[in-house]
Nanobody
Framework: QVQLVESGGGLVQAGGSLRLSCAAS????????MAWYRQSPEKQRELVAR???????IYADSMKGRFTISRDDARNTVYLQMNSLKPEDTAVYYC???????????????WGQGTQVTVSS
C-alpha cells in the first residue's frame, strides 16, 4: 500500500502564495506520474497539474503561469508552488500518484486525504 500525505494548505490573501507538498510512503517500488487535483463545493474534482517521471508537466489553463509542479524522486514527494492566488482557487487540493508496490505487477493510483486552501479577497 501507498500513503500520500499532503501539507502546506491554509488561508492566504488574494495575490499571495502557498506551497503544497505531498509525500508518498509505503512499500513503493516505483512511482510513475504524480499530480494535483482540486475540488470545491461548486465544482467537480479537476486536474490542476501533472508531472511525469521525465519531468514533463501539464497544467490546467487557469493555472498556467501561476502554479508550478515539481517532484523530488529521492523523497517520493511532489510539490505545487501556487503564486498570484485568487479567491476562485479556494478548494481542497488532493495529490495523486501512480505507483508500483512490492509484490505487485501493475501500477495503481493512490490519493491523499486532501488539504484545504482558502484564498480571501
Amino acid at each position: 500500500q501507498v500513503q500520500l500525505v499532503e501539507s502546506g494548505g491554509g488561508l492566504v490573501q488574494a495575490g499571495g502564495s502557498l506551497r503544497l507538498s505531498c509525500a508518498a510512503s509505503g512499500s513503493i517500488r516505483s512511482i510513475n506520474s504524480m499530480a494535483w487535483y482540486r475540488q470545491s463545493p461548486e465544482k467537480q474534482r479537476e486536474l490542476v497539474a501533472r508531472i511525469t517521471t521525465e519531468g514533463t508537466t501539464i497544467y490546467a489553463d487557469s493555472m498556467k503561469g501561476r502554479f508550478t509542479i515539481s517532484r523530488d524522486d529521492a523523497r517520493n514527494t511532489v510539490y505545487l508552488q501556487m503564486n498570484s492566488l485568487k479567491p476562485e482557487d479556494t478548494a481542497v487540493y488532493y495529490c495523486t500518484s501512480t505507483a508500483l508496490t512490492v509484490g505487485s505487477i501493475a501500477y495503481r493510483s493512490y490519493w491523499g486525504q486532501g488539504t484545504q486552501v482558502t484564498v480571501s479577497s
